[in-house]
C-alpha cells in the first residue's frame, strides 16, 4: 500500500512538471485552453486512480477518459482543419483578385507592375504599383471598377506611382505578398 502511494505521488509530480513543460512549449496561446482542458482531465484521472482502484471502478474510468481524449482530439483537428481551409481560401482568393485587377488595367491601358490584395474579415484592400502617371479620368475609372467589380473601397486602396510618386486613395496599405508569374492572364473584371 505505501508503495502505491509512493508511486502515485511520483506520477503527480511527473504530470505537473510536464504540464508546465508543455504550457511554456505550445507554438500559440489559442491552442492554450485546449492543453489546459486535456491536462486537467488527466489530473482527474490521475487523482481518482487510486479511490477508483479502492472500489474496483479502475477500467472503467480508463474507459470514460479514453473517450473524452478521443472527443477533444476530434474537435481539436476539426478546428485546425477549418482554419487551414480558411486561410487558403482567402489566399487564393486574393490571388484571383490580383490577376483580374492586372488585367481589368491592361485593358484600360494602365501599365501595372505589381498588386497587392489583402483580407482582412469583410475589408479587402489593394495597391496597385503603377509604372507611369495615370491621369485623372483613369484614376476616377479605376476607383470605380475596384469598388464595382471587388468591393474595394476607396479608403482601401492605393496607388503608387514610378518614383515613388503616390497618388493616394486612401490611407490604409494593403499586406500580404505580391503574387508571382503572368499578371496579365485575360480574365476579364466583371462588368
Known sequence: M????????????VFYILFSAVLHLIPDSKYERYI???????LIYILCTPVFAVFG???ELAEIFSDRYTQEMQTLETEETENLQDFYLREGYCREIETEIAALCKKSGIKLTDTVVHIEGETVSAVLYIEEKMTVEQERGLKDALGRNFGIEEKNCQIMGSGNEQAEMGSRIAGGTSSDGDLTSGIKGKQ
Do not use: C, I, P
Open 2 to 13: 505505501k508503495e502505491s502511494f509512493y508511486q502515485w505521488v511520483k506520477t503527480l509530480a
Open 36 to 42: 489546459r482542458s486535456f491536462m486537467g482531465l488527466l
Open 57 to 59: 471502478r479502475g477500467s
